[in-house]
């Protein structure tokens, strides 16, 4: 069964410690693998989408990289306005030719001055 | 592009009614999705839209449960005899459906249901 297994749960940062964000799956074929970030109250906003082992995308204070089996999305110099909920989630190749995406339960990142 | 709207917002309801979502995505996108999210948890699928032909449905949508997308436009989501277990955060997202099957999709704000 097609799974996304995020860690950890939750995690606090102070201004400027960077960390990294986990993301494991099993997936029969992986056609793509996305990051959103979520804030309290709204829905998910796209933030990257990887499609290959070795794969890296950055965006801004925020990296994310793709290997055959996990996700990590890295977080360098945090600030206050970065905390949120980040969603990983898988499309299976066998999603039909759509995009039906298998989310984990996410982390939730809070970053204090 | 004002992006994905949903209506209402927030939803109370008493076990038993019938409420009714609505979805109003990007102006020209084709494909329309419904997820469900409960506290701590991410997004499950629903149901996906092409058009206005609903081509997938989750066995986590019951028969209390239907969709539409009358002339591939807004879409309704209706919950019949609502249940406790029936609260969560209804997310509708919606893509452009001309780029592959690995778009981005573009999510609503969702509707929060309560069922007392």
């Known amino acids: 069964e097609d799974q996304v297994t995020q860690s950890p749960e939750a995690l606090r940062l102070q201004e400027g410690e960077s960390s990294s964000l986990n993301c494991s799956y099993t997936v029969s074929g992986l056609r793509g693998l996305f990051w959103y970030r979520q804030d309290p109250g709204k829905g998910p906003e796209f933030l990257f989408t990887?499609?290959?082992a070795g794969e890296e995308k950055e965006k801004e204070r925020l990296k994310a990289t793709l290997t055959k089996k996990e996700s990590f999305l890295h977080i360098t110099a945090p600030k206050p306005e970065d905390s949120a909920t980040y969603l990983c989630a898988v499309q299976a190749s066998l999603s039909g030719g759509y995009n039906k995406l298998i989310f984990g339960a996410g982390t939730r990142l809070a970053v204090h001055p | 592009d004002t992006g994905v709207s949903q209506n209402p917002r927030h939803k109370i309801t008493k076990r038993g009614q019938n409420v009714t979502f609505r979805c109003d995505p990007i102006?020209?996108?084709?494909?329309l999705y419904w997820y469900r999210q409960t506290l701590g948890q991410g997004p499950e699928f629903l149901t996906y839209f092409q058009n206005e032909a609903q081509l997938e449905k989750s066995r986590l949508l019951s028969d209390r449960f239907s969709a539409e997308r009358p002339k591939g436009s807004f879409s309704t989501l209706e919950i019949q005899r609502t249940e406790q277990g029936d609260s969560a955060m209804y997310l509708c997202?919606?893509?452009?459906?001309?780029?592959?099957?690995?778009?981005?999709?573009?999510f609503g704000s969702g509707t929060q249901l309560s069922v007392l």
């Open positions: 102006s020209e996108h084709n494909r």
């Open positions: 990887l499609y290959s």
């Open positions: 997202a919606s893509s452009l459906g001309i780029m592959g099957d690995s778009e981005k999709l573009f």
